[in-house]
């Protein structure tokens, strides 16, 4: 495909696009699972930024955007795997102990105009062979369990479901479940 470009996350743009991209992913992709309320309070365009940029200065987790010429079209968090029940930045808070020194893919959006045409696919394959080239020796994803499409995409990817969830509440009264894709790499 041309006048595509992976460009690592390090500027205010980046984290901008980032956190764009990533809460018109929730507002499309998690419209029946997460409460309407909680959504229109907490899911704002610049939500992430702060996150993000966070974690490129302490090298926390990396992140990436594919752009279409001056156009990002999708973006990825990856890195080492959060062990420490890490705080996602959102009601998400996971503890996966005992998946030390695995990477993990720690979030993935594509813009909603921008699916379906392969972009998801060969940024998502990029993060995979960074973490590989990184020397993990597995990675994994969390989707929601309702994300059938997701669940899809991760299985196409090689990833598989290890058995293993993580309950998230959002107030007032609904717990999502994201469930662990593994992939062995």
């Known amino acids: 495909m041309d006048g595509l470009t992976f460009v690592d996350a390090c500027t205010d743009r980046h984290f901008a696009d980032m956190s764009l991209i990533h809460a018109l992913g929730w507002r499309d992709t998690y419209v029946d699972a997460v409460p309407a309320a909680w959504m229109a309070e907490h899911i704002t365009d610049d939500r992430w930024v702060p996150l993000f940029r966070a974690d490129w200065e302490t090298g926390?987790?990396?992140?990436?955007?594919?752009?279409?010429?001056?156009?990002?079209?999708?973006c990825?968090?990856?890195?080492?795997?959060?062990?420490?029940?890490y705080n996602a930045g959102s009601a998400c808070t996971f503890d996966t102990q005992?998946?030390?020194?695995?990477?993990?893919i720690i979030s993935f959006y594509t813009?909603?105009?921008?699916?379906?045409?392969?972009?998801?696919?060969?940024?998502?394959?990029?993060?995979?062979?960074?973490?590989?080239?990184?020397?993990y020796p597995s990675a994994f994803v969390f989707v929601l369990r309702e994300n059938e499409k997701g669940r899809r995409f991760y299985a196409h990817h090689g990833f598989v479901w290890?058995?293993?969830?993580?309950?998230?509440?959002f107030p007032p009264d609904t717990v999502c479940v994201d469930l662990r894709y593994v992939k062995k790499l």
Do not use: M
């Open 98 to 104: 005992g998946y030390e020194g695995w990477g993990e």
């Open 162 to 169: 290890d058995g293993t969830h993580a309950d998230i509440p």
């Open 60 to 74: 926390r987790c990396r992140g990436l955007l594919l752009y279409r010429g001056d156009t990002p079209v999708s």
């Open 76 to 85: 990825i968090n990856y890195g080492p795997a959060r062990v420490e029940n």
């Open 111 to 135: 813009h909603p105009e921008e699916r379906g045409k392969g972009y998801g696919g060969l940024l998502f394959e990029e993060a995979v062979r960074r973490l590989q080239a990184e020397g």
